[in-house]
């Protein structure tokens, strides 16, 4: 096997942060398998993404995954310890930033804290909020309303909305598909350099090759339904990641091998 196709090699990886073992997932009394057997580890401070076709189980295994829908078999394990439920140190976003356009920046920022701990806790991590603002450049936006905002500053307020419990790991439902590419282009390097910084460990569901390559360490290809991965590929470029690697003929390799995997995944 060629060095860009190399598979995942456990022994290289950091401790795991997420552990799954054998995830499937079943509908209408077992008629439909959404899921069969999904194994894979996401070590502390990697990124990962998932990429397959429409309908292979992708949002099905990161909602398993954020604990908002069960599995029919197979163990989801975070920190050591399972998922049975919603969590505080899980962090989600979402295709689209879903700010209450009543509230401002900071408000929406701050709601996590305010359902789960009250409206005085949430005014006492104000602070909190307007660094992350800060680190995502809208300091000076804390009282904007949402009206107010692009769809890229959104996104950004809903990066600061995820990040501000200090979750474990960060699940992201393609948050920036809904963006012209220029401006998704500059989030998903955002999205790096956030993660970066914070030492995060992020995954990531995608259908866009490109992306998974220029911000993943790793990418786990799907096959059609039922969802299972076809092989994990190790990304083995520097960071930070920039755009003009996008030329670069070891990304090209990359992106070939990951789209003849998916090739190969629709008929499994």
Not at 5 to 14: N, R, W
Not at 115 to 142: D, I, M, P, T, Y
Request: hydrophobic fraction near 45%; proline fraction near 6%.
């Amino acid at each position: 096997m060629s060095a860009v196709a190399k598979l995942v090699s456990v022994g290289d990886t950091p401790r795991p942060v997420y552990e799954l073992t054998g995830v499937s997932r079943f509908f209408n009394d077992g008629k439909v398998v959404a899921l069969d057997g999904v194994s894979l580890t996401l070590p502390k401070g990697e990124f990962h993404s998932v990429i397959g076709s429409s309908g292979c189980g992708k949002t099905t295994l990161l909602k398993i995954m954020a604990g908002l829908m069960p599995p029919s078999r197979g163990s989801v394990m975070l920190g050591g310890t399972p998922v049975l439920g919603p969590r505080d140190d899980i962090g989600m976003m979402f295709q689209h930033a879903t700010l209450f356009p009543w509230r401002t920046t900071a408000e929406n920022i701050l709601l996590p804290i305010e359902v789960r701990h009250g409206r005085k806790a949430a005014r006492a991590e104000r602070g909190r909020a307007e660094r992350l603002l800060q680190l995502v450049g809208l300091g000076g936006f804390e009282d904007a309303f949402p009206s107010e905002l692009s769809g890229g500053m959104a996104q950004r307020a809903a990066i600061c909305r995820m990040l501000i419990s200090d979750p474990q790991v960060l699940l992201l439902d393609e948050p920036f598909s809904a963006l012209d590419e220029i401006t998704r282009d500059f989030m998903n390097l955002e999205l790096q350099r956030v993660c970066m910084e914070r030492e995060a460990s992020a995954f990531l569901i995608t259908h866009s090759i490109s992306e998974a390559v220029i911000l993943s360490d790793v990418v786990h290809v799907m096959s059609s339904r039922p969802g299972r991965v076809v092989q994990s590929v190790r990304i083995d470029l520097p960071r930070p990641r920039t755009l003009e690697m996008t030329s670069l003929p070891e990304f090209g390799a990359y992106a070939t091998t990951i789209r003849n995997l998916l090739d190969k995944g629709a008929f499994l």
